[in-house]
């Protein structure tokens, strides 16, 4: 009769084992990915800067923390924070600068909504709608809510020049942008500007010199601070602009009936906004901090 007992693991199958659970691990170690290094110190907010882009000189960081941003009559102001974030490439032979965005997938220019005050009554005016859109527009008003955000989205190329940003020439820094107003009655393709027809915002820390009915104002560069040489921050910062013009709203209300009231509702926006708007009567103030340091300097310090 066969005895049955425990089985034996041999000398030569404990080694087997143990080869393939090391391998196995040497495939996990290899599979993990590697930690990032990151901006420390003076320099965490480049974090997003594109240094790993040829020709990257220097990195900004920016934040608008407060001002206005006005279309004709209509004054939206700035309480949550906006951010502009990126690098720049200088011509060593020209001066001249070139802008690049974000890099690591992050958004150049934060879209940030901003509160309309009044919302969807202040930005609407419905007498003139047919019957069945002023039911629909009653019944939203009745039950749903009525707040509307404005949210500036960057949709072209960014330029700057630090020499005029620092002796308060023109075009310090221009943002193309559209304006996306959002709230569930206007639907989610409701837009003043567009790729085709941005808003340009030539800001300037300088004087303007708009048009009329708008009155020059005045922007500042701030508080300016050094650190190491290599960051250069300026606080308290105010960019301005009021020449810029803006174009009529578009895509107003595309959710309701399959989009066959977009016309009436696009007619209802622009009246209320005095859309299109020529320059001279919209205005933008940004408030706030701008950084810029050496992209040396911002690779020197990461860990």
């Not at 005050?117 to 609407?124: D, F, T």
């Amino acid at each position: 009769m066969t005895r049955m007992g425990k089985p034996h693991v041999g000398g030569r199958a404990a080694a087997l084992l143990l080869a393939v659970a090391a391998v196995s691990l040497a495939v996990l170690g290899s599979a993990a990915p590697a930690l990032a290094l990151k901006p420390t110190g003076h320099y965490v907010n480049f974090g997003n800067c594109p240094t790993k882009t040829a020709g990257v000189n220097f990195c900004v960081f920016a934040q608008t923390t407060s001002g206005e941003f006005k279309i004709k009559k209509t004054e939206v102001p700035i309480t949550k924070t906006i951010t502009l974030q990126g690098g720049i490439v200088v011509n060593e032979e020209t001066g001249s600068e070139a802008w690049v965005n974000a890099a690591n997938g992050a958004e150049t220019l934060s879209k940030t909504p901003q509160s309309v005050p009044g919302g969807l009554l202040k930005i609407m005016s419905p007498e003139f709608f047919p019957e069945p859109l002023k039911k629909i527009f009653n019944e939203f008003i009745n039950k749903g809510p009525t707040g509307v955000n404005a949210t500036a989205e960057l949709v072209g190329n960014i330029t700057i020049s630090r020499l005029a940003l620092l002796t308060g020439a023109p075009n310090a820094l221009n943002l193309p942008v559209r304006v996306h107003l959002e709230n569930e009655f206007l639907g989610p393709t409701c837009y003043v500007g567009s790729k085709a027809h941005p808003v340009n915002i030539e800001l300037t820390t300088g004087a303007t010199s708009p048009p009329l009915p708008n009155e020059s104002i005045k922007g500042s560069l701030g508080e300016v601070e050094f650190i190491e040489e290599n960051l250069l921050i300026l606080k308290k910062n105010v960019l301005v602009n009021n020449t810029f013009a803006a174009p009529e709203a578009e895509g107003c209300g595309s959710q309701i009936l399959f989009g066959i009231f977009t016309p009436l509702v696009d007619g209802a926006v622009n009246l209320e906004l005095g859309l299109p708007s020529v320059s001279g009567n919209n205005t933008a103030i940004l408030k706030g901090q701008l950084e810029n340091a050496s992209a040396a300097a911002v690779k020197a310090s990461e860990k």
